[in-house]
């Protein structure tokens, strides 16, 4: 009983094996997380159009509940760049930024995911999260990141610009350019050179002047916090609130408030789409992150288990003031490399965070939104992987399609129909290159049992007997089409008496499938032609025996493709020799 319910319930497996090198470990690792993460969720708040405490209040309870029903040992669960870009994209649809209906919309979409991830992992449907393929998530990702870095520049001039588009947010930028307030521009500017050069520089400067590996690699990870208390303390001591410089206020200095998500159905029906868009893109990082992870210890984390996780967490964030979340990229690396040996480091990340909301809000009213904007940028610019256009191109045009498409639509028409139309383009070049499978005509190679691509090999064929390899399953999509090439092989072949149809790589046969094949055999009865099959597979030929195709057939069923030929070019007698093609 205990096993079954740990299967749930993760802590109850790990708990049980808690010690005390484990518990040093974890706390460790918390607090360099909880530095790191501090910033950052004051951060990603103001990108999905929050205000900033609702960055630490969902960076609390959905920590906790991930770490009760999440798998992974290093995944660290809250607001990532990409999902509050999504969320911001969201509400705006739905309510006008900074009021109350934003933030109770805001809740509501965190329920929906929630809940929709729950429901993915109690019926265990972690599989179609498949369809996002790698060149759409990576073309996705980037866009994102670019569409992020550009609609934070209006906080690093301190001007006036919105939208939601490539297009949109150049033409505000253009627009009040010339409105660009000079210390706001300063500020941004220096703290996005010291993020860049800290994520690179810092840790060698450190060790120049004497700190250790593990001191130093903490320094280097506390950049962003260095950067926040710089810029506070400069707007404080200059005064620079009173000239223009755009600050975060007043954040009430509390724990997470008990929340109730708006549940109103007209709500509902605007936000299902977009939180189940949130829950697929959150769910597959998330994922990558943990499982590349788990690799590196030899550990292995339940996909379908990760989405129960998941969606409690993003549960938590509903009822505690947040919005939606996922396990980052950034700070689960960081957990990671920290030494987190069990879920309890994000429980102990998650006290730390509580102790801020609690004690060091009051410390950030002079904190400049500009250097929330340029830790975003920092952020979300180690996203941007342009040369994945590149390397699909030199791989495979379909996927450069995909991922080009992606981009494009994403940048122009913005995130949602970009995720939306990667996923349908994947599914329609999917469904085009195996609408037109590879089909070999094979012979065998001299002195062997084996049989190969005759353009490709020297090998040994029959006039009276062709063999086809079809290198896909066979279902509604390809079967006109392989009846099409069978039947435009043997037309105008006089000497042919047999066709072989190779199924080594036939995995599935579909019922459309099914009446191409007996199609195909009556087509070729009439022309005096047999039909046999060679090396099918045991799945398919169950099915082929619940159907009365194999009664019909007008050949035979041979085990190996090696059998079938010395089998029929015995019985096409002499006048078939055999031939010899070259390759080509």
């Not at 947040?322 to 990671?336: E, L």
């Not at 940048?411 to 469904?431: K, R």
């Not at 790589?505 to 087509?523: P, T």
Request: proline residues 4%.
């Amino acid at each position: 009983m205990m096993s079954k319910l740990a299967r749930y319930i993760p802590i109850l497996d790990w708990g049980r094996r808690y010690d005390r090198a484990s518990l040093g470990d974890d706390v460790m690792a918390a607090v360099i997380v909880t530095i790191m993460l501090i910033p950052q969720s004051l951060a990603y708040a103001l990108l999905a159009g929050m205000p900033p405490e609702a960055g630490l209040y969902a960076s609390i309870a959905p920590i906790l509940l991930y770490a009760i029903f999440g798998t992974s040992r290093a995944l660290a669960v809250g607001p990532v760049a990409v999902v509050s870009l999504m969320t911001a994209a969201a509400l705006g649809q739905v309510a006008e930024q900074g009021s109350v209906g934003y933030a109770a919309a805001a809740l509501t979409l965190a329920a929906l995911s929630g809940a929709i991830l729950l429901v993915m992992g109690l019926f265990r449907l972690g599989f179609l999260a498949n369809f996002l393929s790698h060149p759409v998530i990576a073309g996705f990702i980037t866009a994102s990141g670019i569409l992020i870095a550009i609609s934070q520049l209006r906080h690093i001039l301190g001007i006036e610009a919105g939208g939601a588009t490539l297009i949109e947010l150049g033409e505000g930028l253009v627009a009040n350019v010339g409105n660009t307030h000079l210390a706001t521009l300063i500020i941004g500017a220096s703290v996005t050179a010291f993020l860049f050069w800290a994520r690179r520089g810092l840790k060698p400067a450190l060790r120049r002047i004497g700190f250790g590996p593990r001191l130093s690699d903490m320094g280097a990870k506390a950049g962003p916090v260095v950067a926040v208390i710089a810029s506070t303390l400069a707007v404080w001591a200059l005064g620079l609130d009173a000239r223009g410089v755009a600050i975060v206020g007043t954040v009430p200095a509390s724990l997470p408030p008990l929340t109730m998500p708006d549940l109103a159905p007209d709500i509902i029906a605007q936000l299902f789409l977009p939180a189940l868009l949130i829950s697929v893109i959150g769910f597959v990082e998330s994922i990558s992150v943990a499982q590349t992870l788990a690799a590196k210890k030899r550990e292995r984390v339940a996909p379908n288990q990760e989405l129960i996780g998941l969606g409690a967490a993003n549960l938590g964030a509903a009822v505690t003031g947040g919005f939606p979340v996922t396990g980052g990229f950034s700070r689960s690396v960081v957990n990671f490399d920290a030494g987190a040996r069990t879920p309890a480091a994000g429980a102990f990340t998650a006290l730390g965070l509580a102790f801020a909301a609690l004690a060091l809000t009051p410390l950030i009213y002079f904190l400049p939104k500009a250097t929330l904007a340029a830790t975003i940028i920092v952020a979300v610019l180690a996203l941007v992987d342009l040369g994945v256009l590149r390397r699909a191109w030199g791989y495979s045009r379909q996927d450069f399609a995909a991922v080009a498409a992606t981009i494009a639509i994403t940048l122009l028409f913005g995130v949602e129909l970009g995720v939306s139309s990667g996923v349908a383009i994947s599914v329609l070049l999917y469904l085009y290159k195996t609408s037109r499978p590879h089909i070999a005509e094979v012979g065998r190679i001299k002195g062997t049992e084996h049989f190969r691509n005759i353009h490709r090999h020297a090998v040994e064929t029959d006039p009276a007997v062709v063999t086809l390899r079809v290198d896909e399953s066979l279902y509604f999509a390809n079967a006109r089409f392989l009846e099409d090439h069978i039947l435009t092989r043997v037309t105008e072949d006089k000497a042919l008496r047999h066709v072989i149809l190779q199924c080594s790589a036939i995995n599935e046969i579909d019922l459309s499938a099914l009446e191409s094949l007996e199609a195909i055999n009556l087509r070729l009865k009439e022309m005096g032609l047999a039909l046999h099959l060679s090396e099918v597979k045991g799945p398919v030929m169950d099915r082929l025996k619940r159907s009365h195709f194999l009664d019909a057939l007008t050949g035979r069923v041979f085990l190996s493709q090696h059998e079938a030929v010395a089998a029929l070019s015995n019985e096409a007698g002499p006048s078939s020799a055999a031939n010899t093609k070259k390759e080509s």
